[in-house]
Structure formats: C-alpha cells, structure tokens
C-alpha cells in the first residue's frame, strides 16, 4: 500500500444498460460530467458534479466549485456542505479508494467514472463526516440513479453498506502499510512518494505535521502594493490581521477578497506571504550601482511581477517580465497595468535580451508541491517522474538567469515545492560552474526562523503559514 490509488477509470462514459452494473464500458469514451444528477439535495448534487469533472476533465476543484455553487444558488449551510464534501473527497481519494477496493468484487480500473465518484463520495461521508450512515448511503445511490447508471445502485448500496459496518480507526488500522513512512503517508491522505520527498527535508520528527497541514484550509493572504496603500491602511480597510513576515501582508480570515473595493480598485490583490518575499528579496538584496534594470524570468501568472513592478516604481526602476504562454502573458498584463513593467513572450532559457540586469527574478516552473493546501485534488494528479523533467528546465533557467545578470548583480531563484530536486540540487548544480556565489537568504526574510540549515530559505505551512516556498539568493561574481 502506497498511500493510495490513482482511478485507471477516469474520463469515461457510464455503461450501457446492457454492461454489468457498476463496470464501465471499455469501448466508451470520454466520460461527460455535464449533466448534473438531480436527487433534491443542492450541497451532495454540486460535490458529486465538482468530484465528477476533476476526474472526467481534470477540471480544478477550487474553480469549478465556486462557480457552480453560484449558478445553482447554493449559499449559507448548504454551500459550506458542498465545499466540505467536494474537497475534502478530492483530498482523501486515496484512502477512499483503498477502503472501496477492500469492499468491491472489482477493481477500481472496471468501476464506472459515475459509479466511483458517488462511491468517493458515500465513503467519505462515512469515514470523515458525522453524517448519518442511512442518509449517506441513500443520497450517494440516489445520486447513481439520477447520473443514469440504474443498475448499479445494488452494487453501490453493498459496498457503502460494507464500508459503515467498521469505524473509520479500524479501516484506517487494518489498510496502514507497515512501513512507517508510507503508514504516515496513508493516515495523512497522500502518495508514499510525496511524503519521502517531504521526509529529506524535514526529518521523520515533523513529517506528520507538515502533510496534515497540506489539508488544513489556508488563511487567504492579500497583499498591499507598495506605494498605493499600506498593510496597516488594508488590515482597517477589510477586517483583517496583518501580517507575520511581509510587511505588506494582511491575513484575511474568512470572506470572498474579489468583492473588497481595495482588491477590486488594484490597491491590493491575493498573494501567499512567501511569495511576497521572495519578490521583496529581489528588490531588497543590495546591489551596487543599481542601475534600475530588473527582471522577471517567469513571470506567469503575474503576482510577483505586480509587486516587483510597485517596488521598481518607488525606485526609480523598471521591470522586464518574461513568460513564454502568450495566454499568461496577458494574466501579467492586467496585473501590472500602470506599473513600470513590460511584458515579454518569450522562453526564459532564450529571451532574447540583452544581459547586464542588476537583479534577475527566477521563479521557476516546478511541481507545486508547496501548495497542495490550495488544491484538494492535486496530490493525486501529480507524478514523481515529473520531477526530474522540471529540474532540467530549472537548471536551464537559472543558468539562463545568471548569464543575463550583470557582474555583481543578484539573482534569486525560487519554487513553489520542498522537493530537493526542484531546490538545493537545483542551485548546488549552478554554484559548481563558478560564476556565482551564495548570500544567507534568511537576512531578507527577517523574523522568519527554523527556515532549514542551509544558506537557503525553506518556509512551511506548518512553521510559518505560508505555501511551502523556497528562496535562495546569488550574487554573480
């Protein structure tokens, strides 16, 4: 056991009624997730539709489900089920589909795409909610019967039956793997080989800690730009806490932020705290002669270059922001609108520009591994063999990054993942070539401890309430 199992059913069509109920047809094709099942229950009806098109259409459980909540009008109580429901099934898919495995006369590959959400579903409910185990295995065949696989009502009313019979801790007890590090993997809802990337970083002491925090709910953090409003001015304005390390951070505990007038009037916008520092530590590491030539390698979607572009402005700098998708480029755009930024399409590794940047900004592309919290379902789509994929572009953008700075100028190379691959060999590997030398990262980040014992910056959810970033600043020799 691995800490779960990854559905070989996603993206097809429900059987026809000629197929033995609850199989799915091998000749179908992609399933569709459309047609929503209507049984009268608003909040189970919009988390078996979100859990449908995540798997059918690798749609994003965090759009979808706003949206959808909206075009159906479900608001208050109802709303806050469907939300619990939906992510928290995405979140715990693994282990679901471990119990259902348990408690099926098939295996999950042969199991209907309907079939095996409203499956998730019911089993989540009875394993992790204090619903009622009647009215979580009537809704979830009832929810079989309206997404139009009849005959499989038996089969899912067995298995859902099969599953309440045991308390969760016993289900939990009798599947955990033996070894300890894919046992914590289980408990906490994620793939063995998340949880060992974790552990090279962190230790066997904290590796609980910082799984479970990946499924606690994240404070929306907003952030102040710089030369338009303060934190303080933001914190009065809607209600919220300032913030911890980022002087331009406010904590915003509860509430939609695209409604606040200071978000909507571009004052203020949604960034995690980590990321605000990593953009700050671009504009605040010293630099001699500063001759206000900046840049932004990758710059998509825009929230660092928004505030790297607010900093250039206060000095008298300017900002070149690069993307290589046309689509984001256009993201940055509107985020940088009346800032001293301009956009570039082009491929960080090639840019085409002309070298001799006193502060080179490399936010990488990487596995986004530090932000699980954000998106329930993530830790099950993403793939290890990614990995090793990313860190070669990432070795080619921050090599690309050193040769466009100047002699003496700063680059600062971040991700978004603890991975590492994607951190420290990343930047190990281009401090052998010679060409730049490593500055304590922790001096630009100040309050911020126990951030890992290298010259780095490693922030967590669990340490620090931020995404999970990493920082590390050169300067070129």
């Not at 599947?175 to 552990?199: M, N």
Request: proline letters at 6%.
């Amino acid at each position: 056991m691995s800490g779960g199992f990854r559905s070989r059913a996603a993206g097809r069509r429900a059987e026809p009624q000629n197929t033995p109920a609850g199989v799915k047809n091998r000749g179908a094709g992609r399933a569709s997730a459309s047609k929503p099942a209507r049984i009268g229950d608003g909040a189970r009806e919009a988390a078996f539709d979100v859990v449908r098109r995540v798997e059918a259409d690798d749609a994003f459980a965090n759009l979808v489900l706003p949206k959808l909540l909206r075009e159906r009008k479900v608001t208050g109580r109802d709303a806050a089920f469907a939300t619990e429901l939906a992510y928290g099934t995405l979140r715990t898919q693994g282990v679901l589909d471990a119990v259902i495995a348990e408690c099926s006369s098939r295996a999950l590959g042969e199991i209907a795409p309907e079939v095996l959400a409203a499956l998730r579903l019911g089993a989540y409910q009875l394993m992790y909610t204090r619903v009622d185990a009647h009215a979580a295995v009537d809704t979830s065949v009832r929810l079989v019967e309206a997404a139009g696989t009849v005959k499989a009502k038996g089969f899912v009313n067995a298995i859902l039956r099969s599953i309440a019979r045991k308390p969760a801790d016993q289900w939990m007890q009798s599947l955990a793997p033996h070894d300890p590090v894919a046992a914590i993997a289980f408990r906490t809802a994620h793939p063995e080989w998340i949880a060992r990337s974790f552990q090279q970083v962190l230790g066997p002491n904290e590796l609980e800690e910082a799984l479970a925090a990946d499924s606690e709910r994240p404070v929306v953090h907003l952030v102040a730009r710089p030369g338009e409003i303060s934190a303080a001015e933001l914190a009065a304005v809607t209600g919220g806490d300032e913030g911890t390390y980022s002087p331009y951070a406010v904590y915003l505990p509860e509430g939609d932020p695209g409604k606040l007038e200071p978000v909507r009037d571009g004052l203020a916008g949604v960034q995690d705290e980590g990321s605000q520092l990593i953009a700050r530590a671009a504009a605040e590491v010293p630099v001699d002669d500063d001759g206000g030539r900046w840049l932004d390698l990758c710059a998509g979607p825009g929230g660092k270059a928004a505030l790297l572009g607010s900093l250039a402005g206060i000095e008298g700098a300017r900002v070149d922001a690069v993307e290589v998708s046309e689509h984001r480029a256009e993201l940055i755009r509107k985020s940088v609108g009346g800032l001293p930024v301009t956009v570039t399409v082009a491929d960080g590794r090639d840019p085409g520009l002309e070298p001799g940047y006193d502060r080179v900004l490399v936010d990488a592309p990487c596995s986004g591994l530090g932000a699980l919290r954000r998106r329930p379902e993530a830790r099950w789509k993403k793939s290890e063999d990614e990995i090793s994929q990313l860190a070669v572009l990432q070795r080619e953008l921050l090599e690309s990054a050193v040769h466009l700075a100047k002699p003496g100028g700063v680059v600062v190379y971040s991700t978004c993942s603890p991975d590492l691959r994607e951190t420290r060999s990343v930047v190990d590997g281009v401090l052998a070539a010679g060409d730049v030398e490593e500055l304590d990262a922790s001096e630009f980040v100040p309050g911020m401890e126990n951030t890992g014992s290298e010259k780095s910056v490693q922030m967590w959810p669990h340490r620090h309430g931020t995404d999970a970033m990493f920082l590390a600043v050169l300067r070129k020799k």
